[in-house]
């Protein structure tokens, strides 16, 4: 069993604000790399219990979520100023199963702890043929192209609902309680490291007795994305092809969902 593991540092348990655990020159940010680092090496450790060969960890914060020397030593790395060009392995679709540690929900999701659908300064929403999507959506949608089941999430208990009603039969164990965008009740450190390495154990057997199906949307695909400022909305209509609706709103138009749930 090979694993593409989808990481990000906002569905932490102890990771709560933007300014002080999730921006690069929060106070707290090395510490909510390593917290992070912890969850993700409970979730490898558990998946080796259930026979994994292979985990490649992909660091999905823009600015950097892994603090790479406390890395589980059976885990690889993909890592880097990351583009759509080099989100993902160029063998990804190799991989059996996905899964992702450390999410939060897509924006405008009230009370979702740290809510943002990938630049948390800049994009009001996504929305794919008309329908709301986050980073939960984008990761399943990418890997189901590629026919792996996303089968298990970490999170806040937003990115636990936003994941159950996506994708039926995922298992996700929520490691903290959105009380507000920037506040929520986190389970300790220890408990919620426990919880992912029991979670991730059984999200493997669940799939084994009753296999998840990889996410898949009808096509073709409109990609709608609106931004809180006019110059996002300028710099995103520079790549070809992209439709200006309005001031602040652009569209994205495709066949193939790879090429465009991460452009
Ligand atoms: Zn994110």
Known sequence: MRVLMMTDLEGVSGVVTFRD????DGRYYERSMRLLTAEVNAAVEGLLEEGATDVLVIDGHGSGGIWFEDLHPKARLLHGRLSADTLMPDDAGTYDVAMI????AMAGVERGNLN?????KNVEYYKLNGRLIGEIAQFALYTGALEIPMIFLSGDDAACREADELIPGITTV???EGLGRNSAISLSAFEARRRIGEGVKNAVVNHRKSPVAPLKWQGPYVLEKRFFHTDTADRACAMPGVE???SQTVRLHSDNVLEIIYA
């Open 101 to 104: 540690i450390g999410q939060h």
């Open 174 to 176: 929520s490691v903290k």
């Open 21 to 24: 655990h999730s921006y690069p």
């Open 116 to 120: 943002h659908t990938q630049s948390s």
């Open 244 to 246: 200006r609706v309005d």
